[in-house]
């Protein structure tokens, strides 16, 4: 920053700020971020910085002076704004998770399902890692396994009693 301005410095923060705004509000990844997997989640704020700084070189270079930016800062700016972004995208991912698992909201899901099949049902369930339902309890029709659990989840029912607890229970 060799004698540039402190206003030519502010008009390309703000230039800068509205351009990745609407880069944000205007790309498909707003809206699926939170579903997206750790590789497809770096790809995604790589592909988004990146075009993002490919935007704001035009407009240093071409609208305003080329001294007011090194190509050191430039890349600075670049890897700083891709790991700031991750980690907010993940605090902010996993603050949300956890407050709408714990809401009114989330969907509560009574899995019924027999005992040779249940390991894997569970297993497939927990591994969508979805933000929208949550597993809540377990009904093992072929045996009485009442107090049990799988993986962590409670088994709840059994083949005699599931469409009472379905239809009484709340599963908070």
Partial sequence: FYNVKY???TEVALVALCVYTLISVFSSYAYKW???SLKEELYKIFEKNFFF??????YIFVIRDIKLCSNFHFVMFFIINFVLTFIIHNTVKQILVKSYRKSDYCERVFLITDSSGANDAVRQLIQIK???FK?????IIDKDMK???I???DIISDGTDYIHTVLINSFD
């Fill in 147 to 149: 107090g049990e659990q």
């Fill in 135 to 139: 597993l809540a309890g377990i009904a």
């Fill in 34 to 36: 939170i579903n997206m």
């Fill in 130 to 132: 979805n933000w929208y």
């Fill in 151 to 153: 993986n962590g989840i």
């Fill in 53 to 58: 700084c490919c935007l704001l070189l035009i």
């Fill in 7 to 9: 206003s030519e410095i």
